[in-house]
């Protein structure tokens, strides 16, 4: 049974730096796409980063981009993202997932399993 833990989210000041980790008690990263989103108050969820099962291929979303990296260690079936230079609007609950079906891109109605979430609040 696939089972998706988030960990590492918390509060910090902008500019400041967080590494989410989600490990995977399945072992599915390794033959799946998987990715991370995130929902603020009051907004749908959003596409952070996505990587193919390779590990090769990337994609970010533009609002993130250069300040984030999305990564995976198989050997320990953990996905990782990387938050640098964390801003204000970076501030809601992040869900690492896994590929169901479709192309690997950052569509949450493509992603079949789902985390519990980890809070991140960024204050100015």
């Known amino acids: 049974q696939v089972q998706l833990v988030e960990s590492g989210g918390g509060s910090v000041q902008a500019g400041g730096s967080l590494r989410l980790s989600c490990a995977d008690s399945?072992?599915?990263?390794?033959?799946?796409?998987a990715g991370w989103f995130r929902q603020a108050p009051g907004k749908e969820r959003e596409g952070v980063a996505v990587?193919?099962?390779?590990?090769?291929?990337?994609y970010y979303a533009d609002s993130v981009k250069g300040r984030f990296t999305i990564s995976q260690d198989n050997a320990k079936n953990t996905l990782y993202l990387q938050m640098n230079n964390v801003k204000p609007e970076d501030t809601a609950k992040y869900y690492c997932?896994?590929?169901?079906?479709?192309?690997?891109?950052?569509?949450?109605?493509?992603?079949?399993?789902w985390g519990q979430g980890t809070q991140v609040t960024v204050s100015s």
């Open positions: 997932a896994v590929l169901l079906a479709g192309p690997c891109r950052m569509v949450p109605q493509y992603f079949g399993y």
């Open positions: 399945g072992g599915i990263y390794t033959n799946n796409c």
């Open positions: 990587i193919e099962a390779s590990g090769r291929t990337t």
